[in-house]
């Protein structure tokens, strides 16, 4: 991870009411971000999932507002 | 009307040939394709507009919204399965078959107004608008539908498509960052209201604020994510056990919970 807006970083932990089945520690390494961070790295993504929305809707979602994320 | 034309469009990459954003199926589906600059646009739009004409032919065909559609006539029994357009038939079938994978809880004979299969149909037409871009001299394409999302190849070299999922509790933000195989689909009552019903008790009802499920058919994850949200977690074991496919949740308390398989790359910290 690069950059000056990441403020802290995490990584999981099995009580991070993660995972639904108990996993050894060594596989739960996610790194868990604030959402500085988070959306640093969303200017990396191609696209986004959420809820159904309608064509207006599209406007003011995640997924309308793509080219934005990240700056 | 605003220009949807650039809107959702990926950050600039020099490997993205093409975005598009069509206003269809009562939402807006954009399409992306990726492949290097030496690749000429002029080959790739016939593909797209195949891949949009299909689109609007699903919509013609399984739209609820307009009375005239086959489904609708056929939903009012004005017409029987055996006059109506064949993919009406296909459609059911895979319904039938999610409604048993999903133990029932994804069931589009339960709805009150009759059959309706929408929770399939959306993830099925994108991922055969999709399919009509495989032969486009491309190195990857992005099909998604209100969320759903269908995808083939890669962005760039040496890299795989990665999402992210909007965090139902806050929408303008995240929740996580997921590496891309296949297709991902996600459900939940925060962008439209309660509208899924719970087949077993007949009540409007979500058990989780989101549910995703990753996989190779999106109209069958499309599926799958209706039941998860409806079902609540005790469904991600189902899910499991069914090989290719992934699923991930977020609670009403912004708890999440993920199948092992889940191909997580980050998660963000929730309040």
Request: net charge negative; hydrophobic share 40%.
């Amino acid at each position: 991870m690069t950059g000056s807006k990441i403020t802290s970083v995490t990584i999981g932990s099995l009580n991070d009411g993660g995972n639904y089945r108990s996993q050894s520690i060594d596989s739960m390494a996610i790194p868990i971000l604030e959402q500085e961070a988070m959306a640093a790295q969303s200017g990396n993504i191609q696209s986004v999932s959420g809820a159904s929305y309608t064509s207006a809707g599209f406007i003011q979602s995640l997924q309308g507002a793509l080219t934005t994320l990240g700056l | 009307m605003v220009n949807v034309d650039t809107l959702g469009a990926p950050l600039e990459s020099n490997d993205l040939i093409l975005h598009h954003a069509e206003d269809v199926m009562g939402t807006v589906v954009t399409i992306d394709v990726y492949g290097p600059p030496t690749v000429n646009r002029e080959l790739v739009d016939p593909y797209l507009s195949s891949a949009l004409a299909s689109l609007h032919h699903a919509d013609s065909v399984f739209s609820l919204w307009q009375a005239d559609s086959p489904m609708s006539k056929l939903r009012r029994g004005e017409i029987d399965l055996a006059k109506a357009p064949v993919v009406i038939g296909e459609v059911l079938e895979a319904c039938q078959a999610a409604r048993e994978l999903s133990q029932g809880w994804f069931d589009p004979w339960a709805l009150p107004g009759g059959t309706d299969p929408t929770g399939y149909v959306k993830g099925w037409a994108a991922q055969r608008a999709l399919h009509l871009l495989l032969g486009a001299p491309v190195q990857g394409a992005i099909v998604n539908a209100a969320g759903d999302i269908a995808s083939f190849g890669y962005p760039s070299e040496g890299e795989k498509f990665k999402v992210g999922i909007t965090n139902p509790h806050s929408p303008k933000e995240l929740t996580a960052i997921v590496a891309l195989d296949g297709c991902i689909a996600t459900s939940g009552s925060y962008e439209r209201g309660q509208h899924l019903m719970d087949p077993h008790s007949g009540h409007f009802c979500t058990r989780v604020a989101s549910a995703s499920v990753m996989g190779p058919d999106l109209g069958l994850a499309d599926a799958l994510a209706t039941a998860l949200a409806i079902a609540g977690n005790d469904l991600l074991d189902v899910i499991d056990e069914l090989s290719e496919f992934e699923a991930f949740t977020v609670s009403f308390d912004q708890e999440r919970h993920w199948t092992p398989g889940f191909p997580l790359i980050s998660l963000a910290a929730h309040e």
